[in-house]
């Protein structure tokens, strides 16, 4: 009985150190776990996508520039406006919207491919809010661009009233 209680405290200090490195190793492992894991829900903005955002270099007029919110829509070059667009080699572009009923504005931003669970989208980076991006469906053939945005992809002032409102875009660009 003697040699029983003597192996059992022999045992105790070794069971204690076991136990300590178990906990240890199983925190590591979850940590390793977690900072090793590849996340395809990340999202990735590049310029090199379905075609490099440099091929959009140079000068663009639209054809279409159609502003949508719920039954109101309005096609800035079909009411007799003009839709022009600059772009970088870099993906930086200006667009400027001269509507024919009141002053013409400019807005810009950056074009980049967010790439998503292995699929390319285009999208905008907006100057107004550099902390988002917009994607929008495209097609592209060397000399027309076509963009269409979703709901909130885009802002127009429909009643001439001084303030924008969020609505969705359709663009067709032709190169110039």
Same mark, same amino acid.
């Given at each position: 009985m003697n040699t029983f209680i003597k192996r059992k405290c022999s045992l105790l200090p070794k069971t204690i150190a076991m136990k300590q490195f178990i906990y240890i190793f199983l925190i590591s492992m979850i940590s390793l776990t977690f900072s090793c894991n590849t996340d395809d829900d990340e999202d990735v903005l590049i310029k090199d996508g379905r075609f490099p955002i440099s091929e959009l270099t140079g000068t663009w007029e639209a054809s279409k520039a159609q502003f949508s919110v719920n039954t109101t829509s309005v096609d800035v070059v079909d009411e007799g406006g003009t839709v022009n667009m600059s772009v970088q080699a870099n993906g930086r572009f200006t667009l400027t919207l001269?509507?024919?009923? *009141?002053n013409a504005y400019t807005v810009s931003g950056e074009m980049f491919w967010e790439e998503w669970q292995e699929t390319f989208y285009f999208a905008i980076v907006w100057d107004d809010d550099k902390d988002n991006w917009d994607t929008?469906?495209?097609t592209y053939d060397g000399t027309t661009l076509s963009l269409n945005g979703g709901t909130n992809t885009g802002e127009y002032d429909f009643n001439n009233d001084g303030d924008m409102e969020p609505c969705s875009v359709h663009f067709?660009?032709? *190169?110039?």
């Open positions: 001269d509507p024919i009923d *009141r929008y469906g495209h067709i660009f032709v *190169r110039s």
